[in-house]
T-cell receptor
């Protein structure tokens, strides 16, 4: 099974709200990723977790707070977002970080709208 | 840092016609190259990847790609396009020692009946 699941599928939030995105995989992968994809643009890497530790943070604003509570689960906590943060948020996982040969498997994404 | 250029923003082909999507990469060492497909509102699905060895790579759904080091290219091909191939196609490049993958801007494929 090469499935990455993401919840919710859609999320609408106000600028003062706090919400979380969830990503789960049960493939035994030890690297997990968050990407942001604006309309008609390619995905942009936000964060990489390797063995539950934050490995890469691509200078993402602090209103985005990732968390990896265990090897199967990745969260993205959202607080005080701006309308320009509206996008499709994609989660991915791979067997390990540092293994360039390891395929990243993507989830279907969460469509976020910030009002 | 590695980067990818997809020169064609939008391509339209007739169903049954052949397809070639272009991808050029920039990276000092041997790159790891990927083609992903994304249907509207969906995540990305891996079509194929190249790491080393045979420069002609076979993927899923009848796609293939050829790595040409001299041209820094990794073009995607399909001999006969089906209507269900209409989607956005992304070429991506990663370094050998990490999974910091960079995507091209994408090529949107429209298939005419």
């Amino acid at each position: 099974d090469t499935e990455v699941t993401q919840t919710p599928k859609h999320l609408v939030m106000g600028m003062t709200n706090k919400k979380s995105l969830k990503c789960e995989q049960h493939m035994g992968h030890r690297a997990m990723y968050w990407y942001k994809q604006k309309a008609k643009k390619p995905p942009e890497l936000m964060f990489v977790y390797s063995y539950e530790k934050l490995s890469i943070n691509e200078s993402v604003p602090s209103r985005f707070s990732p968390e990896c509570p265990n090897s199967s689960l990745l969260n993205l906590h959202l607080h005080a977002l701006q309308p320009e943060d509206s996008a499709l948020y994609l989660c991915a996982s791979s067997l390990r970080e540092g293994g360039g040969t390891d395929t990243q498997y993507f989830g279907p994404g969460t469509r976020l709208t910030v009002l | 840092a590695q980067s990818v250029t997809q020169p064609d923003i939008h391509i339209t082909v007739s169903e049954g016609a052949s397809l070639e999507l272009r991808c050029n990469y920039s990276y000092g060492a041997t790159p790891y190259l990927f083609w992903y497909v994304q249907s509207p509102g969906q995540g990305l699905q891996l079509l194929l990847k190249y790491f080393s060895g045979d420069t002609l790579v076979q993927g899923i759904k009848g796609f293939e790609a050829e790595f040409k080091r001299s041209q820094s290219s990794f073009n995607l091909r399909k001999p006969s396009v089906h209507w269900s191939d209409a989607a956005e196609y992304f070429c991506a490049v990663a370094k050998y020692n990490n999974n910091d993958m960079r995507f091209g801007a994408g090529t949107r494929l429209t298939v005419k009946p």
